[in-house]
C-alpha cells in the first residue's frame, strides 16, 4: 500500500478536469495491483478490486486528509470508496458530500457522473484519448460536409458530445440502456447541444434494419462491454458485431473499434477484422492516458483505428 500513500502524499488536484491519480492495476507498483484513485471533481474516489479491512481505509483516509489539508486548506474533503471484489459490492460516502446532479468536465466538454451509484461512474477515464481522436477527427471535415456517426454501445454518449462539439452533421447513439441514454441526453443538453442526435434504445443485434438505413457513416464507433449477460459476450459477439462495418461506413470513412478484456489482445481484434472485414485497412492503435500505462500494454485497453476503402475512380 505504500506506493499508494506515496501517490496520495504527492498528488495534484489543480487539474480541472477528471482523471485518474493512480492505476495499481496497471502492475507499476507491486503491492498495489488492487488500488486506483480518480479525481471527480470535487470528489476523491478509491476503488480497491480486493476485500480491504478498515484499519487500511483509515491510513489511506488519514492520508487523503492530510494531502487535502494542504492543498485546500479550510476546505472539505469529498472521498468515495468503492470495493470491487469479486462476490462484494460495497461504495461509501467517507468523508464530506457528492454533489448532486455531479458534472465533471474534460477538455471543457461537460459530463455527468454517479460515483455513488454502480460500478460504473458514467464517464470512462481511460477512454480520453479516444474522445480526443474523435474530436480531431471530426474537426479535421469541412464544415461543409455532411459527416456522419454511429455510435454503437453509446452509454452515456461521451463520443456523441465531442463529435458534435466538432462539427459533426448528425449522430446516433444506440444502447440498451434507457438510464444510460437518459444520461447522455443530458450530456449533451449540458453542452448546448439540442439538434443533431438521435437515442435508440435498442438491442443493437436486432436494431441493425434500422442502424443501416440511417447510413452509411464516415465514422464507426465501437465500444462493447466485454461480457454483458444477455446482451454481450465479446468472444462470441465480437466477430457478427464487426462484419456489420464495411456495409456501414461510407467510402474512406473510419471504425474505432474498442475493447477492455483483459485476457484478450490486439491479435483477437485484429484476428476479427482480418477475418470478418477484410476490406477495411488497420490505420493505427491509439495509445490511453499515460497515468494508465500497464507492464502488460495488451491487458490494458485497445482503441484501434480502420479505414475503408475510398470510392472507386
Known amino acids: 500500500m505504500q506506493a499508494l500513500l506515496h501517490a496520495i502524499a504527492s498528488m495534484d488536484i489543480s487539474s480541472p478536469d477528471a482523471c485518474r491519480l493512480f492505476h495499481g492495476r496497471g502492475g507499476l507498483y507491486p503491492g498495489c495491483e488492487q488500488w486506483s484513485l480518480d479525481w471527480y471533481p470535487p470528489v476523491l474516489v478509491l476503488t480497491s478490486f480486493k476485500p480491504v479491512s478498515e484499519d487500511e481505509l483509515a491510513t489511506i483516509g488519514a492520508a487523503l486528509s492530510a494531502r487535502w489539508h494542504t492543498l485546500s486548506p479550510g476546505q472539505a474533503l ?111 443538453r449540458l453542452n448546448g447541444i439540442e439538434s443533431g442526435v438521435s437515442f435508440l434504445g435498442h438491442d443493437i443485434f436486432k436494431t441493425w434494419g434500422k442502424i443501416t438505413r440511417s447510413g452509411p457513416y464516415d465514422l464507426v464507433l465501437l465500444d462493447p462491454p466485454s461480457y454483458q449477460k444477455g446482451s454481450f459476450v465479446a468472444t462470441k459477439d465480437y466477430a457478427r458485431l464487426v462484419r456489420r462495418l464495411p456495409e456501414l461506413l461510407a467510402p474512406g470513412g473510419h471504425a474505432l473499434v474498442c475493447l477492455n478484456a483483459p485476457e484478450l489482445d490486439t491479435a483477437f481484434l485484429k484476428g476479427h477484422m482480418q477475418e470478418q472485414a477484410p476490406s477495411l485497412e488497420f490505420v493505427q492503435r491509439l495509445p490511453n492516458p499515460a497515468v494508465f500505462a500497464d507492464v502488460e500494454p495488451e491487458r490494458a485497453l485497445k482503441v484501434l483505428v480502420y479505414k475503408a476503402e475510398n470510392a472507386a475512380q
Not at 458534472?103 to 455527468?112: A, C, H, I, L, Q
Not at 456517426?149 to 448528425?170: E, K
Open 78 to 188: 469529498n472521498w468515495v470508496f468503492q470495493c470491487r471484489a469479486e462476490g462484494l459490492a460495497d461504495t461509501r460516502l467517507m468523508a464530506g458530500t457528492v454533489p448532486e446532479p455531479h458534472v465533471v468536465t474534460e477538455s471543457g466538454t461537460r459530463y455527468k457522473v454517479h460515483v455513488l451509484r454502480g460500478q460504473n461512474h458514467g464517464l470512462f477515464l481511460d477512454m480520453a484519448e479516444g474522445r480526443r481522436w474523435v474530436r480531431d477527427y471530426v474537426a479535421a471535415h469541412p464544415k461543409t460536409y455532411a459527416l456522419r456517426v454511429l455510435n454503437l454501445f453509446a452509454y452515456t454518449c461521451s463520443f456523441s458530445v465531442v463529435a458534435l462539439q466538432a462539427g459533426a452533421r448528425h449522430v446516433v447513439n444506440v444502447d440498451m440502456s434507457q438510464g444510460a441514454l437518459a444520461t447522455g441526453q443530458q450530456n449533451h
